[in-house]
Antibody
């Protein structure tokens, strides 16, 4: 069955970096784009951008340019999100979700990242 | 950015009842390819969002026909009939016609 399994929760200090993974199974990884969505505690959903899993080209929403990097380990059917120079406002749950035609038909379970000194 | 305005913010409902959620966009969601990329999701408490409706009115696999989507241009509606306990949660609309993709702010469906 189709699954997107994300890595576990993270507790980081301001200024540190974090790398979150999203491992896909049950389908051909490179057939579907992978998107990233942020949800701050008690808030709504915000689209961060996406990565073309065939070419590896990332596209970022404006608010996520600079400290955020999408990458792939295609041989492992895994998409990664790295956030550097963490700030308190990066505290959130980060979801990966695949897309082809019907957008975001499958989602990862989410990774809670807490940034606190 | 396209602003997606969802109403109401909170929607009390009796089990078995019918409700409608509105989603309005600040510009037309008709793509140059002729399609309208407006979708609906439900996020149940403590869970990831799940796709209900894509491209205005297409139910995703396994979604009960109690859910229906309609609309065009800038004005869209999600209707839920015969509300069941598993329908409770926060509903979001999403537009993917324009970059960046934008979500509505959510409508919380709760028991009256």
């Amino acid at each position: 069955q189709i699954q997107l399994v994300q890595s576990g929760p993270e507790l980081k200090k301001p200024g540190e970096s974090v790398k979150i993974s999203c491992k896909a199974s049950g389908y051909t990884f490179t057939d579907y784009a992978m998107h990233w969505v942020k949800q701050a505690p008690g808030k709504g959903l915000k689209w961060m951008g996406w990565i073309n899993t065939y070419t590896g080209k990332p596209t970022y929403a404006d608010d996520f340019k600079g400290r955020f990097v999408f990458s792939l380990e295609a041989s492992a059917s895994t998409a990664n999100l790295q956030i550097s120079n963490l700030k308190n406002e990066d505290t959130a749950t980060y979801f990966c979700a695949r897309e082809l035609g019907a957008p975001f038909d499958y989602w990862g379970q989410g990774v809670m990242v807490t940034v606190s000194s | 950015d396209v602003l997606m305005t969802q109403t109401p913010v909170s929607l009390p409902v009796s089990l078995g009842g019918q409700v409608s959620i509105s989603c309005r966009s600040s510009q037309s969601l008709v793509h140059s390819d002729g399609n309208t990329y407006l979708h609906w999701y439900l996020q149940k408490p403590g869970q990831s969002p799940q796709l209900l409706i894509y491209r205005v009115s297409n139910r995703f696999s396994g979604v009960p026909d109690r859910f229906s989507g309609s609309g065009s241009g800038t004005d869209f509606t999600l209707k839920i009939s015969r509300v069941e306990p598993e329908d409770l949660g926060v509903y979001y609309c999403l537009q993917s016609t324009h970059f960046p993709l934008t979500f509505g702010s959510g409508t919380k469906l709760e028991i009256k």
